[in-house]
C-alpha cells in the first residue's frame, strides 16, 4: 500500500510541476539569451547520459580499447551523423555496427 502512496504522490508532484508552467506560459517573455541558452539543454542532458556509458560500459573504469563495442559504435555513428545529417541513418548503421563489432570480438 505505501507503493500506492508514493507513486501517486510522484504523480501529483509531477503534474504540478508540469502544469504550473502551462498556467504562467502566456503571462510573460522570456530574454532572448535565456531562449538561446534553453536551445543547449536537450544536447548537454543528452550528452550527460551517453557519454558515461560509452566510456564506461562495465560502469567501474573508462575504457578506451577497441575492444569496447560502445565506443566503436559511438564513433561510427557520430561520423554517419555528421557526414550524412540523417537520423535514421546513424541510428541503424551504429546499432549495426555496435552489434556486429559485440558479435565480432566477444
Known amino acids: 500500500m505505501n507503493e500506492l502512496y508514493l507513486i501517486a504522490g510522484m504523480a501529483v508532484v ?3 510541476i ?3 508552467m502551462f498556467v504562467v506560459a502566456g503571462r510573460f517573455e ?3 539569451r535565456l531562449n538561446e541558452a534553453l536551445g543547449y539543454v ?3 542532458v543528452l550528452t550527460a547520459i551517453i557519454v558515461p556509458a560509452v566510456l564506461m560500459p562495465n560502469g567501474e573504469s573508462i575504457d578506451l580499447s577497441w575492444t569496447n563495442a560502445y565506443l566503436v559504435g559511438a564513433v561510427v555513428a557520430a561520423v554517419i551523423s555528421w ?3 540523417n537520423l535514421l541513418l546513424t541510428i541503424v548503421v551504429g546499432m549495426a555496427v555496435f552489434f556486429g ?3 565480432l570480438v566477444g
Open 14 to 16: 509531477t503534474f504540478v
Open 18 to 20: 508540469r502544469y504550473s
Open 30 to 32: 522570456f530574454p532572448a
Open 42 to 44: 536537450p544536447p548537454a
Open 83 to 85: 557526414t550524412s545529417k
Open 101 to 103: 563489432w559485440q558479435w
